[in-house]
């Protein structure tokens, strides 16, 4: 087996299609099948189903899929490896971040990086947390910088470098801004969970770090949050919450003149951010670089 070979293979397994592959390797469709073709030779047995336009992996495909991952990264690790020898910064970055990172906290960390180290060619990509895990956990990226997940992982080094807090606030013509305003009146200074559930919130997605992190919460109260709208970005919470779609819980530096910030009877919520790589990968130098510029951003506050 070649590793072009195995390239088209992966590909054409990710997107389950001949032409988005080619596109993705940047070869005509006809190389790519004759790559595969080549591939099936060679194993003796055919990798994929061709059903009409769909294409299946075959059980003998599903059995190559995880092998020909891990031959493709011990080749990329043996050359990252022998690059590094030289010490020189340079070669492509694969990075994902998810989008409020990349908003709020990257920007100036970004700039520095590409002035000091332009031979870097920066592979941004803007992921859900989750998917970023899962990238690194594969091998398609070499670090993210992220939501971290409730859980620790075996095979990930995750690294805490922040710290949001999470605020509950509402629209200022919502009516809990009102109740908020009357309660502080009557010197009851915080609302209850409870009182939270009587009006409807528009949250992160359920299977999102920061979701599971906000249901958590409310469940261990005994408590069904009142989800009536929700989306995986926080700049688009914002403005269903501005808008008075609901309440909502958001990081404290969004918190702007369009929202009130609720006064609510529990220990502040926290979500960690930071970046994650695999233990069982050869960071290239760029890399490393990149993750000393992350571990001098510390504890900093992020762009408002």
């Known amino acids: 087996m070649d590793t072009q070979s195995l390239q088209a293979f992966m590909a054409v397994a990710d997107t ?3 032409s988005r592959a080619a596109e993705q390797l940047h070869l005509t469709q006809p190389a790519i099948s004759k790559r595969i073709a080549t591939l099936e ?21 599903n059995v190559l899929l ?18 590094n020898l030289s010490g020189q910064v340079g070669g492509k970055l694969t990075l994902a971040t998810s989008h409020h990172i990349g908003l709020h906290r990257l920007p100036p960390l970004l700039k520095q990086y590409t002035q000091r180290h332009p031979e870097v060619e920066l592979d941004l990509h803007f992921l859900d947390s989750e998917q970023a895990y899962q990238g690194v956990l594969d091998g ?26 999470l605020c509950f606030t509402c629209a200022t013509d919502h009516p809990l801004a009102s109740h908020a305003k009357t309660q502080s009146q009557r010197g009851q200074n915080m609302l209850s969970l409870a009182a939270l559930c009587d009006f409807n919130c528009v949250m992160p997605g359920a299977k999102t770090f920061t979701g ?12 069904q949050l009142p989800v009536s709208m ?11 919450c501005s ?22 009877d529990i220990p502040p919520i926290y979500r960690p951010l930071g970046y994650l790589v695999h233990t ?8 490393r670089m990149m993750i000393e510029e992350l571990e001098n951003t510390r504890g900093e506050s992020p762009i408002k």
Not at 212 to 223: C, D, N, T
Request: proline share 3%; glycine share 4%.
């Open 243 to 264: 808008v008075g779609l609901g309440w909502s819980l958001l990081p404290e530096k969004m918190i702007d003149s369009e929202l009130v910030e609720l006064k609510v």
């Open 140 to 165: 398609t990226l070499e670090m993210a910088v992220v939501t971290l997940a409730p859980q620790p992982h075996e095979q990930l080094q995750v690294v805490e470098l922040w710290r949001d807090r």
């Open 66 to 83: 995880p092998q020909a991952r891990r031959i493709l990264l011990t080749v990329e690790d043996s050359r990252r490896a022998l690059a």
């Open 41 to 61: 030779c060679q194993v003796g047995t055919r990798l994929f189903d061709r059903i009409g336009r769909r294409i299946a992996l075959t059980e003998a495909g």
């Open 212 to 223: 599971s992190l906000i249901a958590q919460r409310f469940a261990e109260a005994g408590l």
């Open 230 to 240: 929700a989306t995986n970005y926080l700049e688009t919470l914002k403005m269903m």
């Open 280 to 287: 069982n990968r050869t960071l290239s130098n760029a890399a």
């Open 16 to 18: 389950q299609s001949f």
